[in-house]
């Protein structure tokens, strides 16, 4: 009998609250059921705040409608709807805001105003929000303040600030140690200020996203290719997204498949210094079919290996736009080079491939095809 009277009043103050967004908000009906149907927990706390009304002499003589109105009213959450509307949040994103608010509505226009002052854009307000944590409106905005302060004083501009805030909003929940923390573990690798800086603005998921377990364990596996520590900090300083890529899913096993082509520990710590980007790209649908394209026009798998480790960019290049219209367009005469090019000098060949080569690509690829082959296996091949 309670939980039904419960839900009858539960509906009744939805339909209030429906009816003040269409009147005072001038809300469409769509619009507004769309909104309400997901504030059942601040349809409740109205519900409950109506309900406790009645034990106030001034509201005691009031029905339960009128006192509900009152809320909605005291509470001037249908001005701040239009609001935030007005400033490109979707209404799944107000929703979730509005119960977030714990009824303090001013607060999400208070946190909402201080990321506009941060250059945080309209389109990204409400997932930046809604994603920052359950506390983000809770905070004061000195502490905010001093976060935005400490990364600026560490190289992060204030004209990128609401560029990285978008992208990690979880920075704003932090508190000034965690930060201070984050900061300290990329400078502690022998970042400078202007190196921390792009490395923020160039991935700023790399600051605040993951855990500092997990970046330690990243930092660690690295150093087990021969880097040092300050190796390492340039690394992430050049690319930073590696910090991104899962030890189990991504780097194990590229690690396994390039021991398969013969590649040794320090060829991989060559082709990460040189190319990073290899260890941050999908191994099935990158790597592998440019390796198989090479294995099916007949060249061994340590030749590969050897010209991955010479050229590790290759592995970067589209196979359909790149690679294989260089491959089929290599004429007879360059051909002809490559064979004869492990019996005489090398300046011949490089004069003949510059003079065939109709672009410094493609005149870098042909002189990273020469080590796919060895002097034998040429001639097999294109004799």
């Not at 349809?43 to 106030?56: H, L, Q, R, S």
């Not at 303090?104 to 809604?130: A, D, M, P, Q």
């Not at 480790?309 to 367009?329: A, M, N, Q």
Request: glycine share 6%; charged share 25%.
């Amino acid at each position: 009998m309670v939980v039904k009277a419960i839900e009858i009043r539960r509906k009744v103050t939805a339909e209030i609250f429906k009816q003040a967004m269409r009147k005072k908000g001038k809300f469409g009906i769509t619009y507004s059921t769309n909104l309400v149907n997901r504030l059942d927990d601040f349809v409740d706390f109205i519900m409950i705040k109506a309900a406790a009304m009645k034990k106030m002499d001034e509201f005691k003589f009031l029905s339960f409608n009128d006192r509900a109105r009152r809320v909605i009213e005291e509470l001037n959450v249908v001005p701040h709807i239009r609001w935030l509307k007005h400033n490109a949040v979707s209404y799944p994103r107000i929703a979730k805001l509005i119960c977030m608010s714990r009824g303090n509505v001013e607060s999400i226009r208070r946190v909402t105003e201080w990321l506009k002052s941060i250059h945080v854009k309209g389109e990204f307000l409400g997932s930046v929000l809604t994603k920052a944590g359950e506390n983000i409106l809770e905070r004061p905005i000195e502490e905010l303040d001093e976060i935005v302060w400490y990364l600026e004083s560490n190289g992060v501009r204030m004209d990128w600030m609401g560029y990285v805030m978008s992208r990690c909003p979880q920075l704003l929940c932090c508190s000034m140690e965690e930060v201070k923390t984050r900061v300290g573990f990329f400078l502690d690798m022998g970042m400078n200020e202007r190196d921390f800086g792009t490395m923020v603005f160039d991935y700023p998921r790399v600051l605040g996203y993951f855990t500092l377990e997990e970046m330690n364990q990243k930092v660690n596996y690295l150093k087990e290719f021969g880097l040092s520590n300050e190796d390492v900090g340039r690394l992430l300083a050049f690319k930073p997204q590696l910090m991104g890529c899962s030890i189990e899913e991504r780097w194990k096993p590229l690690v396994k498949y390039l021991y398969y082509l013969g590649i040794s520990r320090d060829g991989m710590k060559r082709m990460l210094v040189i190319k990073p980007m290899v260890f941050c790209v999908d191994l099935e649908q990158t790597i592998v079919p440019k390796v198989q394209f090479f294995q099916d026009i007949g060249i061994r798998d340590d030749a590969i290996g050897n010209m991955l480790v010479k050229f590790p960019p290759l592995l970067t290049y589209s196979l359909y736009k790149k690679i294989r219209p260089v491959v089929c367009s290599i004429s007879y005469h360059i051909l002809h080079d490559v064979f004869h090019y492990f019996r005489t000098p090398p300046f011949p060949l490089k004069e003949s491939l510059f003079f065939h080569c109709t672009n410094a690509y493609t005149f870098s690829f042909c002189l990273a095809i020469i080590s796919l082959f060895n002097a034998s296996k040429a001639g097999r091949f294109f004799y």
